[in-house]
């Protein structure tokens, strides 16, 4: 799984049908401490994750296996929404 940031929406006027109805996100991965990390991504929503909140994605097959997305072209996929993200302090010597 993946932590990441909604940045962005994409409008597709002409796309494969099994798409038809999808919302498609603009995310951009980010670290547990919120800062960004890796590239730009266009999500599968299937939560109705708005702009601006903390997601979690999955991509691959697992993509294909979130809710709505079977059988449709998809390599990433919005599964949930993050309210709060923890970190344990690491053990003593450990950092």
């Known amino acids: 799984m993946i932590l990441a940031r909604v940045v962005g929406t994409v409008v597709?006027?002409?796309k494969d049908p099994r798409l038809e109805g999808k919302?498609?996100?603009?995310?951009?991965?980010v670290s547990p401490e919120g800062k960004d990390?890796?590239?730009y991504l266009v999500a599968v929503d299937t939560v109705s994750?708005?702009?601006r909140e903390l997601?979690?994605?999955?991509?691959g097959s697992s993509a294909r296996m979130?809710?709505?997305c079977k059988d449709t072209p998809v390599d990433?996929?919005?599964i949930g929404i993050v309210d709060t993200v923890s970190l344990d302090d690491p053990p003593e010597g450990k950092r």
């Open 55 to 59: 997601v979690l994605l999955v991509s």
């Open 23 to 29: 919302k498609l996100l603009i995310v951009k991965p």
């Open 37 to 39: 990390e890796g590239n």
């Open 12 to 14: 597709a006027t002409r």
């Open 49 to 51: 994750a708005g702009n």
């Open 76 to 78: 990433t996929s919005i």
């Open 66 to 68: 979130a809710d709505g």
